[in-house]
């Protein structure tokens, strides 16, 4: 610690918050971690980790611990749901691949990558962690933020703040205002399952450890193998006709069924080992250009929430937070350190969450427009990176004029 130290509160102890202190404190600063459950966790299932991910988990120094864990897939491979036919493929052991990405591409459970996260935090000496604190409002001023708690936690006093508190984040909404986030009327059922439970021609997919894209009219499925490969990871992705906005009652299991039932049997096999015991809907946002609001910062699905289709929602939060702990290593006036994280990171995430979109539009092509998609994604050599290297190749800070 130095004597310009600053006292810097991340609020949300999920995976972006984590990586978030832990890059800031590796910059020097003092970081206090606010998480509103009992204990640190994570819920849900696999999460895929591009070279981008892959690269800031190097900078943040648990590469290695998230490796032993982690699988690194051969290939990413698309099928079509319905005829059970390869589209397309990426070779991610390829010369192509290697020569252009220095990092590898993993997938790993989600639970596994904060846990890493966590034990990193917790060996830091210039973090600290605290659980049941819920943020209700903050004040700030000229030189400090003042963060107000639900019960009796005292007021807490720091530097500057960062909201990584989430796709509903209340920091975000009592700073941006802009209301509920954006339904897609999509939803997920996912989970993972001991991989010895795979038979038939799942077992074949299961035990080549690629990453599996099921496409189909309005719906997908995703599998690949987690945690040494002892685990493998489903998601079922479905649109729903049933959505209302001021209902739960959409999105069900007899749903899921009725929009599979037109699949191939390989994805029809999978369907019973999905877990059912949670829906997940499917929000994002519209790009905002204010991520900065005095000394208060939001980060993650705070700043940039984006549907999953291009597997970079956590990666974009891991781009954020060594883009931020950067900003104060490079930085001593908090004013210019968050100035500058906003200006690296704004474009480049709001570029991904758009694409997202998008890609989920063409994933989910019925018809006429998913022959065609056929056809093009078909012509496409396994090497071939050229479609997704922006993605997963992340914007560099601007060296500051002398």
Do not use: K
Not at 168 to 185: T, Y
Not at 253 to 264: D, I, N, V
């Amino acid at each position: 610690m130095t004597p310009a130290a600053l006292r810097i509160v991340v609020v949300g102890g999920g995976i972006g918050g984590l990586a978030a202190a832990l890059s800031i404190a590796r910059a020097g600063h003092h970081v206090t971690v606010l998480e509103r459950a009992a204990q640190f966790g994570e819920i849900g299932a696999g999460l895929q980790l591009a070279p981008n991910a892959s690269q800031a988990l190097e900078d943040l120094g648990v590469l290695d611990a998230v490796r032993r864990t982690a699988v690194a897939p051969p290939r990413l491979v698309m099928m079509d749901a319905l005829s059970g036919d390869q589209v397309t493929s990426l070779d991610l052991r390829s010369a192509a691949y290697t020569e252009r990405f220095t990092h590898p591409y993993l997938v790993t459970h989600r639970t596994d990558l904060h846990a890493a996260l966590l034990a990193a935090c917790r060996e830091h000496p210039a973090v600290t962690l605290r659980t049941g604190h819920t943020v209700t409002h903050a004040e700030q001023d000229e030189s400090a933020v003042h963060l107000h708690f639900a019960g009796t936690a005292p007021r807490l006093t720091a530097d500057v703040v960062v909201a990584a508190d989430g796709l509903h984040s209340r920091l975000r909404q009592a700073l941006v205002g802009d209301g509920e986030p954006v339904c897609s009327r999509y939803v997920a059922f996912r989970g993972a399952l001991p991989a010895d439970r795979m038979t038939g021609r799942m077992s074949q997919h299961a035990a080549s450890d690629a990453v599996m894209v099921w496409a189909g009219p309005r719906m997908h499925l995703v599998q690949y193998p987690v945690r040494r490969g002892e685990l493998y990871n489903q998601v079922a992705v479905f649109e729903s006709d049933h959505y209302t906005p001021d209902s739960d009652d959409w999105g069900t299991e007899a749903e899921l069924e009725e929009r599979f039932a037109g699949t191939c049997q390989t994805v029809r096999d999978a369907l019973p080992l999905i877990a059912r015991d949670r829906r997940w809907p499917l929000y994002d946002r519209l790009p905002i250009d204010n991520w900065v609001h005095g000394r208060i910062a939001l980060l993650g699905d705070a700043a940039h929430p984006m549907l999953q289709y291009l597997a970079q929602g956590a990666c974009q939060a891991l781009e954020d937070a060594v883009a931020l702990g950067q900003s104060f290593g490079r930085f001593t006036d908090p004013a210019d350190a968050f100035a500058a994280y906003a200006d690296q990171r704004r474009e480049r995430a709001a570029r991904i969450q758009t694409n997202a979109r998008r890609f989920g539009e063409i994933c989910h092509l019925e018809g006429m427009g998913a022959t065609l998609r056929n056809q093009l994604f078909a012509s496409r050599a396994p090497e071939d990176f050229s479609d997704v290297s922006w993605v997963w190749t992340p914007a560099r800070a601007a060296v500051p004029a002398p």
